[in-house]
Each structure stands twice: as C-alpha cells, then as structure tokens.
C-alpha cells in the first residue's frame, strides 16, 4: 500500500465547530486530492493539489478549505461543521509517471459525525 | 467539465453469472480512464487503468475492461463471478489536467 496516513480516523464534532481532517504522505507525489463518500453519491471531489501552496476547487467545495505547506501534507478545514458534512472522506495522491500517466491511490478514509 | 455516468447502481448476481458493468463519461478530449473496488470497509484500489494503445485492458483478479472511445464508454466485465467479488465498483475519467473525477459506485452482491 502507498505511504498515505489520514488522521483521525473517526470524529464526531458539534455543529458550528471547525475541524482539520490531515492527510500524509511519504510518496513525495505531487497531487493530492480530498474526496467525499455519501451513498448514491459515489466519490465527490471536493478540493485537489497540484504542488505546494497550488489548490483548486473540486465538485462539491462550498464549506471546506485546504491548504498545502509542505508536500507531504494536505489539510481539510471544515470551517464550521453542518450535518450534512457528515461524511466518509478519503485522501488521495498521484504522481506523474515516466509516461505522463498516473493512478491515484487512496488513504483509509475518516468517518467524521456531525451532529 | 467532465463526468461519469455509471448506469446500474445495484447488481445481484449467482456465483459463475457473468458480469458487465456499464460506465459512459463526457469528455471530447484524451482521457485516462479507471475502475476502482472497494471491499466492505476498506479503501479504494485500482482494478485496472486506460492510458493508451489496445482499448481492452486486462486487470487483477481476472477483470478486464473495454475502451469504446465512439461510445464514450469503457465498460468492466469478469466472465465468471465469485462471492468474493462482492464489493462496490467505481469508474473514474482524468482528462489529463490530474482532476480524478469519479460516477456515482455499483454494488455488487455475489450469491454463493
């Protein structure tokens, strides 16, 4: 498996509180990424980064921030947390490779509860 | 912008049924396509990938999958299901900018 830790791995949170979801990597790949599951929904891509300090908004981005200081490190922030944010959310990397083409790989995920 | 339609969002099937999965994206560019599992509790991983050259690509576990670049399509099959392919399937389009966009999952139950 890729070198990708999210932390925590669960939360339950207030409404109204914010929270950091951490993503890490010992991959040095690239582009990271911040998904949500929601059943029916499949996987929603909420922000992506293509380098440090280099974001860019996904599908579903409203109420969430990210930030990139380091290239092994990529920060959700829910700056004040509803219910419908409860979630499964998964962190993924990818690189390019020798043939410009590259696959994600995918972090174990974070149930976060809001309620 | 680009998306992905997966059109059967639950399949049953027997043990030994055969199996395809539909997947059709928009897009009119050059596209890297995916299919991903994800077992019950675990995370996504790659079940095989399009990046180029022949459109029927083999992966693991004896799926293969077909690039149908007309019909915007790149449909999964395994002739020969087992219990242990019960999971949820997704397909995934990347238009080359790295912006992984993924269709909505099937479920996939395997009867023994």
């Known amino acids: 498996d890729a070198g990708i830790t999210q932390s925590p791995r669960h939360k339950v949170t207030e409404t109204g509180t914010p929270v950091t979801l951490r993503c890490h990597q010992t991959e040095n790949h690239r582009y990271m990424y911040w998904y949500r599951q929601d059943p029916g929904h499949g996987l929603r891509l909420i922000h992506y980064s293509y380098g440090v300090k280099d974001t860019d908004k996904g599908e579903v981005s409203d109420g969430y921030s990210v930030s990139r200081s380091k290239t092994e490190d990529f920060l959700l922030t829910l700056e004040s947390a509803t219910s419908s944010q409860t979630s499964v959310y998964f962190c993924a990397i990818s690189d390019l490779g020798p043939t410009m083409n590259t696959e994600a790989f995918f972090g174990q995920g974070t149930r976060l509860t809001v309620v | 912008a680009q998306s992905v339609s997966q059109h059967n969002h639950h399949v049953i099937l027997s043990e030994a049924a055969s199996l395809e999965l539909g997947c059709n994206y928009s897009y009119g560019g050059t596209v890297n396509l995916f299919w991903y599992v994800q077992y019950p509790g675990q995370h996504l991983q790659l079940l095989l990938k399009y990046f180029s050259g022949d459109p029927l690509v083999k992966g693991i576990k004896g799926f293969e999958a077909e690039f149908i670049k007309s019909k915007f399509s790149f449909n999964l099959r395994k002739p020969s299901v087992q219990w242990s392919d019960t999971a949820e399937y997704f397909c995934?389009?990347?238009?080359?900018?790295?912006?992984?966009?993924f269709g909505t999952g099937t479920r996939l139950l395997v009867s023994p």
């Open positions: 995934a389009v990347n238009t080359g900018f790295q912006k992984l966009v």
